[in-house]
């Protein structure tokens, strides 16, 4: 990791979408969230106190800077070379509090806790901290974050450059700042929905996760649909509930035939099924007015359709055929399949049938994920 580059962009975001409350002097004024970089010999100093060279990347971030403002959204200082030290010295109840968690990682009886190295100063009840007994070829310490409120084990990471490339990631989901980092992503989720109607599901997966990482609900919206046709049911319904969030939906998304004719429908047949959690219920919680609207709207239309009228009608002669031959005949008819708007990657009104979404299997979705699915005719 080259810091010094990486780390002004990460400042120049901040201020970018900063309150004014939130702004120190001299972090307005120089737009950096560091510091001055510390000395070899302020390095060294503490290596020699733990006793421990430190891993390679963490070193090198305290060259670049002694100390860190908002690391993330719930780190707000990172610790620096005057005060970074064991975690069983500094704040030893987390080990007493989170006893018991890290037994599987420390199989050998020794806690991560009282081994670890706290490099978070001020954070919202949580802390991050490097373990010294878990250390990859090049030298690199795991990192952790760890989170009262958050009700689970810490976060592991497989080095200080991962953990801090993370926190960099959630400050985009929750401030979405404009500017280099954003456009890359905005950039690689329509590389990814190319790749997705292009059959190559496992890379554009890849891509939309880490995309969503980052904050682009676009992510969102294209990866829910890969993983419904993957029969993965759970992972997609937490985030088309997501994206019925008022504070989260695009826009325009509760009139878009993506959601109108496709989404909505899927979530309406959920409903009558037994032992399903009702994400269309919960996100009706408060007024949501456009989702009620739409509601309104689907419950005065006619039956949901498949798609455009080719596919729809060589789905619904498949259905009327040989019980055998279903999947077979519709991954046959994906050929005339077509997408109804510039999102829309995946035929799920396909799952609003009670016989092709009892026998959707992962094989079988994938397979028809697989295909090539053309815009034109």
């Known amino acids: 990791m080259d810091w010094g580059p990486w780390l ?32 070899e010999e302020a390095v ?15 070193r090198d971030f305290l060259l670049t800077t002694d100390g860190w403002r908002h690391a993330g959204q719930f780190v707000w200082r990172l610790r620096d070379t005057s005060d970074v030290d064991w975690l069983c010295v500094l704040e030893p109840f987390w080990e007493e509090a989170w006893e018991g968690f890290d ?7 020794e806690s991560y806790f009282s081994r670890g190295l706290l490099i ?11 373990d010294p007994g878990d250390v990859d070829e090049n030298g690199e310490w795991a990192a952790y974050s760890l989170f009262s409120w958050r009700a689970e084990p810490p976060t592991r990471f497989p080095s200080f450059t991962a953990l801090m490339e993370d926190l960099y990631a959630e400050f985009h989901q929750m401030r979405k700042p404009a500017g280099e980092t954003r456009d890359l992503w905005d950039a690689e989720v329509e590389r990814a929905r190319s790749l997705a109607l292009a059959g190559e599901v496992d890379e554009a997966e890849a891509i939309l996760r880490k995309a969503e990482e980052f904050g682009r609900v676009r992510a969102t919206v294209l990866l829910a649909q890969l993983l419904l046709l ?17 504070s989260f939906a695009p826009d325009d998304f509760y009139t878009d035939p993506l959601f109108t004719e496709e989404l909505l429908p899927w979530l309406l047949f ?3 099924l037994p032992g399903r959690n009702s994400i269309l219920r919960t996100a009706l919680y408060g007024e949501q007015l456009e989702l009620r609207r739409a509601l309104a709207i689907a419950e005065k239309a006619g039956p949901p359709t498949f798609g455009n009228p080719e596919f729809d009608a060589l789905v619904r002669q498949a259905l009327a055929g040989d019980p055998d031959a279903v999947w ?8 005339r399949w077509r997408p109804r708007t510039a999102d829309h990657i995946a035929p799920i009104a396909l799952l609003t049938d009670p016989v092709l979404a009892s026998t959707l299997t992962a094989d079988r979705g994938r397979a028809l994920l697989s295909q090539p699915r053309s815009l034109t005719d």
């Open 44 to 58: 060294a100093a503490v290596e020699a106190r733990l006793e421990r060279r430190l891993p390679p990347s963490y």
């Open 270 to 272: 959920q409903e009558t």
């Open 120 to 130: 978070s100063r001020d954070a919202d009840a949580g802390i991050l901290f490097l």
């Open 328 to 335: 077979p005949s519709v991954q046959a008819a994906l050929a």
């Open 230 to 246: 993957l029969d993965r049911h759970y992972e997609a319904g937490m985030l088309v509930g997501r994206l019925l969030h008022p």
């Open 103 to 109: 037994e599987e990682l420390s199989p050998e009886g």
């Open 8 to 39: 002004r962009r990460w400042s120049g975001e901040w201020v970018s979408v900063a309150e004014e409350r939130e702004l120190e002097p001299e972090v307005a004024r120089e737009r950096w969230l560091g510091f001055a970089p510390a000395t």
